[in-house]
């Protein structure tokens, strides 16, 4: 199996990172660093493995697989769950442009992966965007999880805003699952949306019937 700094270099080289790997190493467990902070109860280390792992399974959807691999890596950068509306994303995005720009990236390359971070705050995507499409899709996975997964998950992202009151908490949740179940499907790419989409339908309007 490949460890991540091994998958970080190695996503960083395919997209034309210039940098010598003792820098792709070191940003690599930087960012480890960060995914491990004490306020993530499901925005962690173990999130963005599992969002690796859907980009490399479904890897032959995407144009530019390596480009998507570094936005999984970068889209929860920064994360903060105090912050408000997209901030989060906002910041993420421009610290995934500056770290790859130092990184020796291309700069197109490094607006684009920040472009694709961006995407995660709504997981809105246009017509034609399979690589945005990968990502949203690999980001959303865990909506189809089974049972016992999904409510590790929920409970976990009760942990992480444990600060909010339950009334608020149980609005803002509903909220966010209503506007997940608004478009026509949750994930974009057929082949994933094929595999997935039923599972997540029922779990999020399971949820959204528990919460009211």
């Given at each position: 199996m490949t460890s991540l700094p091994d998958a970080f270099r190695s996503a960083a080289r395919g997209a034309g990172a210039t940098a010598d790997d003792a820098d792709l190493d070191a940003a690599a467990s930087y960012l480890v660093g960060r995914w491990t902070e004490p306020q993530r109860h499901y925005h962690d280390v173990t999130h963005l493995a599992a969002v690796l792992e859907v980009v490399d399974r479904f890897a032959h959807l995407a144009p530019n697989p390596d480009r998507v691999?570094?936005?999984a890596w970068l889209h929860d950068a920064v994360y903060d769950p105090r912050a408000l509306g997209d901030a989060n994303e906002r910041d993420s995005a421009e610290f995934?442009?500056?770290l790859l720009t130092s990184l020796g990236a291309p700069p197109e390359v490094a607006a684009e992966v920040a472009r694709l971070v961006g995407l995660t705050a709504g997981h809105a995507t246009g017509e034609d965007d399979p690589d945005g499409e990968l990502l949203c899709d690999a980001d959303l996975a865990i909506l189809a999880a089974d049972t016992d997964?999904?409510?590790?998950?929920t409970s976990a992202i009760r942990r992480e805003y444990a600060h909010v009151p339950d009334d608020a908490f149980r609005a803002g949740r509903s909220q966010v699952l209503t506007e997940l179940l608004r478009p026509p499907s949750v994930f974009r790419h057929a082949e994933i949306r094929a595999e997935w989409e039923d599972r997540a339908q029922?779990?999020?309007?399971?949820?959204?019937e528990e919460l009211s």
């Open positions: 691999r570094l936005a995934a442009e500056g997964r999904y409510a590790r998950y029922a779990n999020l309007k399971a949820e959204l």
